[in-house]
């Protein structure tokens, strides 16, 4: 038996269909279940829901043998996770933007307000491009901080960028693509190395492999 926490939210519809095409079926199998446990006993599998930023801590501490979670909760955690695995779903990108017509306004002289619930991967970013950052931590609706004076930037998780454009804000740079990712802890991968590969090439092909 193998546990995979999978992400709650906007990743988990997709992910599910993803696990039903590797053939990882059950009843309990849908997005319409409010269980945060979920055994599929033909597969020897059990999913975890659990909160997206909490993925990779539950796969680095052994409490999941594997996790599915976005490229940028791992580029802001820094987890020791194996990522074996681009699921290719989920597709979005981190992003800074402001608010039209000030969006060459970058003031080397003096600190830029930036607000983000991603801070690892801001100041990273300023660091590499050299400008001075004041960071602020919010934990949603990022883009009202340049809308009320809060802050002069944001770093967010774009995909559309509608809800950009509603706010009249535009992007300034993309910091990074992201896309859903597998992985895996590292103890299980060698301690359940055949249960954990079959798990990796089943939802790369999308489909059972041929015997099983």
């Not at 801070?119 to 990022?142: A, D, H, M």
Request: positive net charge.
């Amino acid at each position: 038996m193998i546990t995979v926490a999978l992400s709650k939210g906007k990743l988990l519809a997709p992910t599910l269909e993803l696990f039903k095409r590797a053939g990882y079926g059950s009843n309990g199998l849908s997005t319409e279940s409010r269980r945060l446990v979920i055994t599929c006993p033909g597969a020897d599998l059990t999913l975890l829901i659990v909160r997206p930023s909490d993925v990779p801590t539950y796969v680095e501490y052994g409490a999941a043998d594997a996790g599915v979670v976005g490229k940028d909760v791992l580029l802001e955690q820094d987890r020791d996770v194996y990522e074996p695995l681009d699921l290719k779903i989920g597709a979005c990108r981190i992003s800074v933007a402001a608010r039209q017509g000030q969006e060459l306004r970058d003031r080397l002289s003096a600190k830029i307000r930036v607000a983000t619930k991603y801070p690892n991967i801001t100041e990273r970013y300023f660091n590499q491009k050299g400008i001075p950052v004041e960071i602020i931590k919010l934990y949603g609706s990022i883009e009202l901080a340049p809308v009320v004076g809060l802050a002069e930037r944001i770093v967010d998780l774009v995909s559309s960028g509608r809800t950009l454009k509603a706010h009249h804000l535009v992007e300034v740079d993309v910091i990074a693509e992201s896309t859903a990712r597998l992985i895996v802890n590292r103890a299980s991968l060698k301690m359940k190395h055949g249960e954990l590969t079959e798990l990796i090439a089943r939802l790369k092909n999308g489909r059972p492999r041929k015997g099983r």
